[in-house]
């Protein structure tokens, strides 16, 4: 007899920063969401696709969830709560060294009204003592009915084995989605975006990660040469951004170009050459047309 082919929606959910994007990416085996130490590095909500023998999961990675003030937040938080409709299994990661608080309250008031499971991912486990998870799991478990609970380390893979044949098992009988080969729905281009904006994410600081948009303006694929030929342009607020941005003798513009070309290279599987530039647009993240136009938008 033919074994059954499971299938379905699995969402990542879970504040800001607590590692919802490194997960996704170590269960798929390939950088498809960028991360970085600072929250909100996630804008867009990001399709997985993992291939079991007899199933696939479609992993949801989301924004943070968290107070939304200005457009492009708001996009973000609509982004995640999208999540919660129409999966069949939620994931909600916190991290193993913060408790409880009102961020995680918030989210858990939400997750009530689910009818899908709800399971507690404790992630970076790496970064505590394993006595210290009890209590974790004892506070968290008062305050609310998971299906199951598990700690894991995106970082270092512990866990992840486990987590995946909770979610197989958890899937209902369904049909096959996408093709075997695919490991996301997202373009090509827009990961390309995404691994630029990461290397500026992860390189600067205070409200320039927050203030920048990055738009891939050509790409041409020269097959008979192995080679990529893509520009992208760095939307930036201010002047004094796009002074650090570009560096002094244009520096930091070279290195953002080298360390985004490494990770592009590798993702294409070919030669690339990248040239970026940076322009100052003061209202970009306010800006219904811009905000469409870089794929901040429902519309
Ligand atoms: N030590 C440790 N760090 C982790 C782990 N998972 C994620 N991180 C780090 O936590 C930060 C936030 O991760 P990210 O995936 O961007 O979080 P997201 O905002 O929830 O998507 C990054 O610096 C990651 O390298 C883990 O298991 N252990
Ligand atoms: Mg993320």
Do not use: C
Not at 134 to 156: C, D, G, M, W
Not at 241 to 253: D, E, L, N, S, Y
Request: hydrophobic share 40%; net charge positive.
């Amino acid at each position: 007899m033919k074994e059954m082919f499971r299938s379905g929606f699995v969402a990542l959910i879970g504040r800001p920063n607590v590692g919802k994007s490194t997960l996704l990416n170590r269960i798929l085996g390939q950088k498809i969401a960028i991360t970085s130490n600072k929250p909100q590095t996630t804008r867009n909500r990001i399709l997985g696709i993992h291939h079991f023998t007899s199933g696939q999961a479609l992993f949801i990675d989301t924004p943070g969830i968290h107070k939304a003030k200005g457009k492009l937040n708001r996009f973000m938080v609509d982004q995640a709560l999208g999540a919660y409709t129409n999966t069949d299994v939620i994931l909600f990661l916190i991290e193993a060294k913060a408790s409880l608080g009102p961020d995680d309250d918030y989210i858990l008031n939400l997750l009530e009204q689910s009818r899908v499971p709800v399971y507690l991912l404790i992630n970076k486990i790496d970064q505590v003592e394993p006595q210290r998870l009890l209590s974790k799991i004892k506070q968290y478990s008062e305050r609310f009915n998971f299906h199951e609970v598990l700690p894991l380390s995106a970082k270092t893979g512990d866990g992840v084995a486990q987590l995946l044949q909770l979610v197989e098992a958890a899937l209902p009988e369904g049909p096959q989605y996408y093709p075997e080969d695919l490991v996301t729905d997202q373009p090509e281009r827009f990961i390309v975006a995404e691994l630029v904006r990461e290397k500026i994410m992860r390189r600067m600081n205070e409200e320039i990660p927050y203030g920048i948009a990055v738009q891939i303006e050509t790409f041409t694929e020269k097959p008979e040469k192995n080679l990529v030929v893509i520009q992208a342009l760095i939307h930036v607020e201010r002047d004094s951004h796009k002074r650090i941005i570009v560096g002094k003798g244009g520096q930091m513009i070279k290195t953002l170009g080298q360390e985004a070309r490494r990770d592009i290279e590798h993702l294409l599987g070919a030669r690339v050459f990248l040239e970026l530039f940076v322009r100052v647009d003061k209202d970009w993240s306010q800006s219904e047309r811009m905000l469409r136009e870089l794929g901040y938008s429902q519309k």
